[in-house]
Nanobody
Framework: QVQLVESGGGLVQAGGSLRLSCAAS????????MGWFRQALGKEREFVAA????????SYVDSVKGRFTISRDNAKKTVYLQMNSLKPEDTAVYYC???????????????WGQGTQVTVSS
């Protein structure tokens, strides 16, 4: 069992940066792949980025490549999403998730946080 709590969201101007954190509880955090998803108002939840348990593999949706970086610290049981050059279209609730594989689908993940709001103003 893994409990996930996101933090770091907020309001930022276009071109700015934010770093999201996702703190996990549970002794098996290091064995899970971790992902970040987002859900804009009225839209379906979409994949943003994922990282393997060892940090050896990462995956990004094309729209954030070169702007967002996912990382993790297994000792701190935390996964991060560094978001640079933010755009208004990045506005959404961001969720972290834990699963057994580096997947791009909601169904690839077993545990979810409650989400943190990111709002990018133009």
């Amino acid at each position: 069992q893994v409990q996930l709590v996101e933090s770091g969201g907020g309001l930022v101007q276009a071109g700015g940066s934010l770093r999201l954190s996702c703190a996990a509880s549970g002794r098996t955090f290091s064995s899970y792949a971790m992902g970040w998803f987002r859900q804009a108002l009225g839209k379906e939840r979409e994949f943003v980025a994922a990282i393997s348990w060892s940090s050896g593999r990462t995956s990004y949706v094309d729209s954030v490549k070169g702007r967002f970086t996912i990382s993790r610290d297994n000792a701190k049981k935390t996964v991060y999403l560094q978001m640079n050059s933010l755009k208004p279209e990045d506005t959404a609730v961001y969720y972290c998730a834990a699963g057994s594989m580096v997947g791009r689908w909601v169904s690839d993940y077993d545990y979810w946080g409650q989400g943190t709001q990111v709002t990018v103003s133009s």
